[in-house]
Each structure stands twice: as C-alpha cells, then as structure tokens.
C-alpha cells in the first residue's frame, strides 16, 4: 500500500498535506488568470520565474513544463527556470532552489517535497522579495498555487456513467471504484463518485484502494469473479482504469456492455477512451492550462495582482466529443 500510494503521488506530483486545500478559489476562471496576467509585461520589464517539480522525468511533467515555456514564450518578458529534480529527491530540490534564491528570480513554484523542510527556504524568498507559490497545495504563507479540483474530477467521470446507463436501459447496475485511502485530501475523486450513484440508483459493489496499473488489474480481477455482472468500473486515476480494462479483456467479460472512466487525462487513459469499447470517458485535466497558469499566477503574485490562488479546470474526454479529445491528446505530441 505504501508503494502504491508513493507511486501515484509521485506520477500526479502530489505530496501528503500539500494537497489543494482552498475552498473560495473555485470561482476563478482561467479567462481572469490569464488577463491580469497579459498585462505583466507593459512597460519592458521581464521577470524569471522558477518552477520545481518533485519527478521531472515523468512524462505527464515534461508536458506542461512544454506548455509553461509556451506561455512565457507567448507573453514575451518572461523567462522559465526548470530543474532536475527527480524521484521526489529533497537534496536536489532544496540545492535548485538555493540556487534560484542566489540568483534573484521573481517567483518560485514549488511542488514541495517535504513542506516543512523547504519552509526556511521560503521564508528566505520572500524575505528577499521573491514570491513563493505552490504547485497542487498550499504552504502557509505562501503566495499562491497552482491546482485542480479533485470534487470537479469525480462529479464528471460518475455523471458520464449515470448517462451511459440511462442511455443504454441498464437497470440495477453494479459498480467497482477504486480509491486511495492513504491520501485523503484525494477523497473526493471517489467520495463524489459515490455519492451521484447513490443517488442514481447504482450499487457500488465494492470499493478498493487502486491507483495504478497493478493494482487497478489485480483489485478489478478480484471483483469480476466476485460479480460476473458488473456493469461499471470508475478509477480514481486513469491507470487504475487502464490496469481493470485489461481485467475485463483477460476474464473475456463483454466489454460493449461495460463502462469503465478515469481520471486524470493521462496519455495511456486517452489513447483508451479513443480506441473506442469499454473505456468510454477520463475526467481530463487541461495540461495545456496547467502550464500556463504556473507563468501567469506566479506574474500576478510578482505584480500583487488577483488572482494568484487557482483551479485548473477538468473536463470530460469522450467519444462523444471527438475534436476536444484528439486535442487533449494533441497535448502529448512534443
């Protein structure tokens, strides 16, 4: 379990306790983080922005480091600074840093490792007059964050389930969703999904800690013989739903009366959902957006313009919507 949990914290760039914890940010729109932010570079002045992620290696990050240097790139007065931080490695963090710090950049944007290990380095930012924002959760004090919305995820990929049924006269439907206990500031992804079906009328049959592959395969094996009738399987990441999509083919149960929803929007899970069959939907966080918003609210907390504090917004990705999901996949290509 401890594996597991290190895992996908480590593949989401989330640490525990400094999950998004901010509840009056969900009204802010990426419209009003990006037109405070355009007026960053009248005047001449340029800005360098330091932006550290705890796995850099992992392919999801190399895609929105792409798409913050993108927006610098757009706006024109603005230099990114990525490191080489990998594997949730403190030293390297805290040496890149230190080094930002000694360079006298505007902002840092951190996914903190271990938050109270990197508090003394924040405090010798701002000190120094640079501001501090976190990636995915706040640090108190800190001047800002880069999030998503985990409540938004689950009520998206459960409310396609409850329509697929509608849609297609399944009564009495039968549910596996999978969790991740260890990390409750993640319980909505599951706690949401729960919930709408009740609602619906949709028994969860069982509910298990899956985020990955493995363990979204071994818990999803598990249920099918349990209930060969199993109508729907919703995972709390997209890896989880890959993992049980390949239990469904490797038990020979009859994927075309199956749905089965991710989140996240992960490069694997979208490949799914256009493939067509039982994969039918992934709550998808807008990559794209992502990246620009670790530019644009680490300008507006330099210029002590609002917003700094944001949500990046998930959508749903279906067959349903054929172009917006071959431009979320389109996010992918380098």
């Known amino acids: 379990m401890k594996n597991m949990t290190r895992t996908f914290a480590l593949a989401m760039g989330l640490t525990v ?3 998004a914890q901010a509840a009056d ?14 007026k960053a570079c009248e005047g001449g002045k340029t800005y360098k922005v330091a ?6 290696e992992v392919a999801i990050v190399k895609q929105v480091r792409r798409f913050a240097d993108a927006r610098a790139a757009d706006l024109g007065c603005v230099t990114v600074l990525h490191d080489n931080t990998q594997a949730n490695n403190l030293e390297q963090q805290i040496n890149a840093i230190q080094g930002w710090i000694t360079l006298d950049v505007d ?3 951190v996914l903190p490792i271990e938050p109270t290990a990197l508090q003394p380095l924040k405090r010798q930012a701002q000190a120094q007059g640079i501001k501090w924002l976190t990636y995915l959760g706040k640090m108190d004090g800190s001047d800002g964050f880069v999030g998503f919305d985990h409540a938004q995820s689950g009520q998206i ?3 396609a389930a409850v329509d697929w049924a ?6 009495d439907a039968k549910a596996l969703v999978t969790t991740l206990t260890p990390l409750p500031p993640l319980a909505p992804r599951w706690t949401e999904v729960t919930r709408i079906f009740a609602e619906n009328g949709i028994t969860v049959v069982a509910e298990q800690d899956a985020a990955d592959q493995t363990n979204g395969l071994r818990v ?3 249920v099918l013989q349990q209930h060969p009738d199993l109508d729907i399987i919703i995972g709390m990441a997209d890896d989880a739903a890959v993992g049980a999509l390949r239990a469904i083919k490797l038990s020979g149960a009859n994927g075309d009366a199956m749905f089965v929803g991710g989140q996240d929007g992960s490069l694997e899970g979208l ?12 709550a998808a966080i807008l990559i794209n957006e992502l990246g620009a918003n670790i530019v644009d609210l680490a300008l507006n907390a330099v210029r002590d313009v609002e917003p700094s504090f944001a949500y990046t917004p998930t959508v749903l990705a279906s067959k349903a919507d054929q172009a917006l999901l071959d431009k979320l996949l389109a996010n992918y290509a380098n």
């Not at 932006?51 to 850099?56: A, D, F, G």
């Open 17 to 19: 306790g400094t999950l």
């Open 25 to 38: 940010i969900n009204d802010v729109t990426t419209e009003q983080v990006r037109a405070a932010a355009a």
């Open 51 to 56: 932006y550290s992620h705890s796995v850099s």
């Open 107 to 109: 902002a840092i944007v």
């Open 157 to 159: 990929v459960a409310q």
């Open 166 to 171: 509608k849609a297609n006269n399944v009564t």
């Open 220 to 222: 999803a094996e598990t």
């Open 271 to 282: 490949s799914a959902v256009n493939d067509g069959g039982a994969y039918r939907a992934s």
